[in-house]
């Protein structure tokens, strides 16, 4: 089947499998390998990526039910001159990984949870990251750079295809 998709706001258009699920798509069609496999059941929230603005889990969703919409990956949050998104900063500043993996989908579900509420509390930060998890950490330097990030104003920028 036939999906057209616009991924950080270029399109990408593929005779896909029916079953291809979004994960796989961006990875091995698109070419942007930081959505990650981590669980495929929803469970860990590696995959997270933004469908039109809202915060979806890739693993679970088909790449057919993503046709003629807009994804943003975490390789799309940098502008264009390579500055890094204020979530992105956070994280880098804050120290708010340790081995990684679980970072681009983090990163994307605080984008999605400062676009709902730009100034969130610590409790409302760990209340909205409860789909993600992290192996590495206990979650403290990843709160930081949420709030941290509320703070430079995240919940109010644009995102790929949208700078």
């Known amino acids: 089947m036939k999906v057209e ?20 798509f961006l990875r091995d069609v698109a070419g942007l390998p930081a959505t990650n496999v981590g669980c495929d059941t929803t469970s860990c929230g590696a995959c997270t990526v933004l469908l039109d603005g ?10 057919a039910q ?16 390579g500055e890094l998104h204020p979530v992105q900063q956070a ?28 100034h969130p509390t610590e409790a409302q ?7 993600n998890l992290c192996r590495c950490t206990g979650y403290h330097n990843i709160v930081r750079a949420a709030l941290t990030a509320a703070g430079a104003g995240a919940g109010t920028g644009t995102d790929a295809g949208e700078r």
């Open 54 to 63: 809202e915060s979806v889990k890739s693993c679970t969703l088909l790449a």
């Open 5 to 24: 998709v616009r991924v950080n706001g270029n399109p990408v258009a593929a005779d896909v499998e029916d079953r291809m699920l979004l994960v796989h």
């Open 125 to 131: 930060v760990r209340s909205g990251l409860e789909g």
């Open 66 to 81: 993503a046709d003629g919409q807009q994804v943003t990956t975490v390789e799309g949050l940098a502008g264009p001159d």
């Open 91 to 118: 994280f880098h500043t804050q120290h708010g990984l340790q081995c990684g993996f679980c970072t681009p989908g983090m990163v994307m579900a605080i984008v999605s949870l400062l676009r709902e509420n730009p």
